[in-house]
């Protein structure tokens, strides 16, 4: 061969060179960008195959957690009707349910603990003593802690008072009219009608009626 074909061979060379050299870049970058992981989706997105996170909590109008609701408040006496009903005397025990329930207008409240009660007309002043149960009422033998009691239009509440119809020495007691009773909690005082032959008061908490 001669030295001019060998001056044309080895730039035809270096360009073959060169050509391949450009392919095998191309195919590499390509290559690389094929093999690049995907752009993660936003928070909150699934893809294929991802789970569900589950939740138990409500969610208001814009999906955020709803607010828990707020507790319901203790009565006052303004939203209270105090009524009594006699109960059927026993042993010589004597006694009777007041009753409390909400006024039409007023929402639920609730009501815990012992109401106060005085007597009226008929003779001495008597407080009631605030025990847990009675001859004719009260607590559960197992239940010495009060409950709390929700009065709403269609649930009212009950305490009993009882006394004895006797005294000591077995005299007849006298014959009380009314009764002021204030319920747990509050101040207003309400005279309510009965009959009620005693020489001892005492009155238990309220229960659902």
Known sequence: MSISTVKYLV??????????????????????????????????????GASAVATDQPTGANGEPASPLPPIPACVGSQLIVGVEPISPGAGHRGVRVHFSVVGAS??????????????????????????????????????????????????????????????????????????????????THAVGTTIDTCTLSVHPVTTQ
């Open 11 to 48: 730039p035809l060379g270096c360009c073959a060179v060169l050509a391949l050299a450009g392919c095998s870049g191309g195919d590499h970058g390509h290559g690389a960008a094929a093999g690049t992981s995907a752009v993660p989706t936003s928070v909150g997105s699934r893809g294929p």
């Open 107 to 188: 929402g639920a409240c609730t009501l815990t603990g012992y109401p106060g009660v005085d007597t009226g007309p008929g003779g001495p002043l008597l407080h009631a003593e605030r025990t847990l149960r009675g001859y004719l009422g009260g607590l559960p033998a197992d239940i010495d802690t009060p409950p709390t009691v929700v009065l709403d239009h269609d649930h009212n509440a009950e305490a009993v008072v009882e006394g004895g119809a006797v005294d000591a020495e077995g005299n007849q007691c006298p014959t009380y009219t009314k009764l002021l009773v204030t319920a747990p909690n509050t101040t207003d």
